[in-house]
């Protein structure tokens, strides 16, 4: 029996061996890093270690990386009270702090019509699709991109970037708020002061250690050229699934798209019925964002791009990762192709 694939990297990925080893040791700490003597200060050290390494693998350098418990509260730390404008295709931890009101295309681009009042991701989780920021932009949403695509958040003319740990192999439930230097936005949690005062509460130790390091490997996998094999690999996917299912949209093909992720709309077989044929075949795959799972509707994003309320509920999100290789993705295509042949057996 064949072992099982993992197609949902962008609901989280492996842990890094290198994450993994950085927790382990960051376990031994004893300090606090607020505290002022040698275990305080060895904490401390630890921690200012991997708030160097994730500016460093961001392009973040000399700006200010405020660790949270991951993307969702950076997000509410950023957006919180300031009345941003939004498109509906942003990540529901975005669009819950905006208005969505700016238009999006069908391939899924957005126009911003004033930047310093607006949110913009930067890659779409469930389609892919990457955006074009525009400079002055007051905050975007970097996690799906962070280690998949060459980010500098210093030259990206953003004040405030979001991105979580777990996206590209470190541990959930970390994350951080970059923001460019000295910009003022008033702390959500309040109390001790640290995180230079964004953020109160005794810092997630382990969690950062793993995030640091996870991020100073996946900027290393992506120098090497990792995601221009996993983009040639998804194109083989694609082609396979589009050849072998007459009738099949990929979302967002005629736009630039994360080099993992596929969405595909095959008609009269719905997505939710998609991912657990699927599972049941021995592959992972999701019919949205994972943050919507289990919650029976059309995917937003999709609606938004003008797709009808039928076709955005007949989608599935593929998305791969490195080790991911052409015999699996042909697998795949070839028990996902004969599945959906089945389900339109049975609706005829």
Known sequence: MAARLYLDWNATTPLRAEARAAMVAAMDLVGNPSSVHAEGRAAKALMERARAQVAAALGAEGADVVFTS?????????????????????????????????????????????????ALQLANSETGVVQVLPEGLAVSDLTQAFGKLPVAFNWLGVTAGLVSAHKLGGPKGIGALILRQGTDLPAQLRGGGQEMGRRAGTENLIGIAGFGAAAESAARDLAAGLWDEVAEIRNILESALLAGAEGTISVGKDADRLPNTLNLIAPGWRGETQVMAMDLAGFAVSAGSACSSGKVRASKVLRAMGFAEGEAAQAVRISLGPGVTKDDVLRFADAWTKAYARAKARAA
């Not at 950023?78 to 702090?97: D, K, P, S, T, Y």
């Open 70 to 118: 991951g993307a969702t509260e950076a997000a509410a730390l950023a957006c919180a009270g300031r009345g941003l404008a939004c498109a509906a295709v942003e990540h529901e931890a975005v669009a819950a702090w905006c208005d969505p009101v700016l238009p999006v295309d069908r391939a899924g681009r957005v126009a911003v019509a004033d930047p310093g009042r607006s």
